[in-house]
């Protein structure tokens, strides 16, 4: 079980370090995280494969700007709510 304590001592989550191709920092997340669980199995295969499939999905950074809201029309029409809500 997942000890809630133990997520003040995590600097990141090892998704987000797999997703930023860092998989020793993402290993080390998850031995640390397995020390304080007292679990002593852990598979990092999972994990290889998944920092695979999500180098093939990565978007090249990109910035975004107002007109990108005005594009898409769902997130038009959610922060148009929001903006009269407020």
Do not use: Q
């Not at 930023?20 to 679990?39: C, G």
């Not at 494969?49 to 997130?75: F, Q």
């Amino acid at each position: 079980m997942y000890d809630s304590y133990s997520h003040m001592f995590v600097p990141e989550s090892f998704r987000w370090y797999v997703s930023h191709n860092r998989l020793n920092d993402a290993e080390s997340v998850i031995k640390k995280l397995a020390k304080v669980n007292k679990s002593t199995r852990i598979e990092l295969n999972e994990l290889k494969t998944m920092a695979k499939d999500i180098g093939k999905e990565i978007i090249p950074d990109r910035k975004y700007s107002c007109i990108d809201i005005i594009r898409n029309g769902s997130l038009f029409l959610y922060t148009s709510l929001l903006v009269i809500v407020w």
